[in-house]
């Protein structure tokens, strides 16, 4: 069944990922984001998807639906750092002006390939920031995205590769908003994930750089039910554990996100108030605010681009039940 097929959302093209057990869609040209995945199994929406009616909505904050990237992700103090002898300003767009979600908002990506095989299917998409004036006047040095998105059975891979095309070393970091969908029920859901500790936050909800022990998010560790949780919490992964977040319904039902641990270093997760249709779960590469923190990017995340280098970011979706594996 492993096809690709366009469609529409608003008048902007649709490229939907069919491997017959899940549907990916993506939106390249608002965003590249995925906006859908379809569980054909299960028949259910794994993600808060976007109506056509939420057009205007989407525009404005489009990091609440789908797999919004975060380029980079979570705040930035009044939007301003130095790195490198270069003055950075980015847009001040949130509470007391600061910065939030980065510079990736809703440009448009071409796509550059289509892949169909006996093994699954692929879109890879393309975006050089030079092409974007708000960019490039916010962060001067170009850099060349390229996404492979691939769907293989109930496995679906993002690939980001990062190509610096300019002159001067840059401080990258990737983060990715993605909305699951609890139904209604979290108290049917269990969330496991390794972590160590929450990064604590100031009153403007910055990192301080310092960490607290995990307290009653203990239980996290081992797998904690979603029942009242309430959560807009940074957490720290341990040395030597993987970045993989498991997240269980009681009847066995299970999606399992994983990401490179050589570079996604932390989980942020977001429950917008009390739990009850959406968990996000966020992985990380760099700290909120990483460029301001007096700490070594060996523990913010922040990664040194150097000239004419590449670095290759992948995460990993993967959703089974009890009656797919039967």
Request: some cysteine; proline content about 7%.
């Amino acid at each position: 069944m492993n096809q690709v097929t366009k469609g529409q959302w608003n008048g902007y093209d649709t490229y939907t990922l069919n491997s017959g057990r899940l549907e990916v869609t993506l939106l390249p040209r608002l965003g590249n984001n995925v906006i859908e995945i379809k569980d054909k199994d299960n028949h259910r929406q794994v993600l808060r998807k976007p109506d056509e009616t939420e057009l205007a909505f989407y525009l404005q904050k489009p990091y609440h639906f789908g797999i919004p990237m975060l380029i980079p992700p979570g705040r930035i103090d009044k939007g301003r750092f130095e790195y490198g002898g270069v003055e950075y300003q980015f847009e001040q767009n949130t509470a007391n002006d600061n910065h939030i979600h980065g510079l990736h908002r809703t440009q448009a990506w071409c796509v550059s390939d289509i892949e169909e095989d006996d093994e699954g299917c692929a879109v890879t998409t393309e975006f050089v920031t030079s092409d974007d004036p708000k960019w490039i006047a916010q962060f001067p040095e170009p850099l060349k995205l390229e996404m492979n998105f691939r769907l293989q059975n109930n496995q679906f891979i993002q690939t980001l590769r990062v190509h610096h095309m300019g002159k001067q070393p840059v401080p990258f970091g990737l983060g990715y908003h993605t909305w699951f969908l609890l139904d209604g029920q979290p108290q049917n859901w269990t969330l496991q994930l390794p972590v160590e500790a929450i990064y604590t936050l100031n009153s403007e909800l910055l990192p301080t750089g310092d960490t607290a022990s995990l307290g009653h998010l203990q239980p996290l560790n081992s797998g904690m039910n979603l029942k009242e949780a309430d959560l807009e919490t940074i957490l720290k992964i341990p040395e030597g554990q993987p970045a993989e977040a498991v997240l269980t319904r009681n009847d066995g039902y299970q999606i399992r996100y994983s990401a490179d641990r050589a570079y996604f270093k932390h989980w942020v997760l977001y429950t917008k108030g009390i739990a009850d249709q959406f968990l996000c779960i966020e992985p990380y590469t760099w700290l909120p605010n990483a460029p301001n923190l007096d700490l070594p990017d060996s523990e913010t995340g922040l990664i040194r681009l150097e000239p004419e280098s590449m670095v290759e970011l992948r995460t990993k979706l993967t959703i089974s039940s009890p009656e797919s594996e039967a």
